[in-house]
């Protein structure tokens, strides 16, 4: 199952990184900070650049959560497993196989490529491909696309890179 640890915005990568280093790696079998990848434009080129997310959040894959949380306790900072009531709380398993579905194995959401067709984002190739229906708004002068998701049961919205082709580009 995958939980949650929550740290000071910023903290993501040396979280991380405590948490690969110190952490009895028999405790967990995966620890990522979800990034996005996405076009930027500046002085009329453009660069792909990656973006956290969802800042201040530690992806902790794991079947030992008291176990691994007791390890935690031991280190220095603002880490805290999100929890309801006093239980620790997984991310529900469509949330986990989405978000495993998104991510490359550089724990990447890669950027897509679509175009309009009337009021509705095609997307032809990239992650995005399938969830049209997730799409909410397109800002397409950033190459962005909001997309809504469930996170712990909430529909939160992220902005994900959706770069726009001409239809007359698509090769049938």
């Known amino acids: 199952?995958?939980?949650?640890l929550?740290?000071?915005?910023?903290?993501?990568?040396?979280?991380?990184?405590?948490?690969n280093d110190h952490v009895d790696r028999d405790l967990y079998a995966?620890?990522?900070?979800?990034y996005r990848r996405k076009r930027e434009f500046?002085?009329?080129?453009?660069?792909?650049?990656?973006?956290?997310?969802?800042?201040?959040?530690?992806?902790?894959?794991?079947?030992?959560?008291s176990e691994f949380a007791e390890q935690m306790r031991q280190y220095?900072?603002?880490?805290?497993?999100?929890?309801?009531?006093?239980a620790f709380s997984p991310i529900e398993t469509e949330e986990e196989y989405f978000l495993t579905k998104m991510l490359n194995k550089n724990d990447v959401i890669e950027s897509s490529c679509g175009y309009m067709d009337g009021d509705r984002v095609k997307v032809i190739s990239g992650p995005l491909k399938g969830y049209?229906?997730?799409?909410?708004?397109?800002?397409?002068?950033?190459?962005l696309?909001?997309?809504e998701m469930t996170l712990y049961g909430r529909k939160v919205q992220t902005a994900l890179g959706l770069d726009r082709i001409g239809r007359q580009d698509i090769r049938m």
């Open 42 to 65: 500046s002085g009329g080129s453009s660069t792909l650049v990656e973006k956290l997310l969802f800042p201040s959040y530690v992806f902790i894959e794991t079947d030992h959560i």
């Open 145 to 147: 696309a909001i997309l």
């Open 76 to 86: 220095p900072g603002k880490n805290v497993i999100l929890q309801t009531g006093d």
């Open 30 to 34: 995966r620890c990522i900070v979800p």
């Open 132 to 143: 049209e229906d997730r799409i909410r708004k397109m800002i397409w002068r950033r190459s």
């Open 6 to 19: 929550w740290t000071y915005t910023g903290d993501e990568e040396k979280t991380r990184r405590m948490i």
């Open 1 to 4: 199952m995958w939980y949650v």
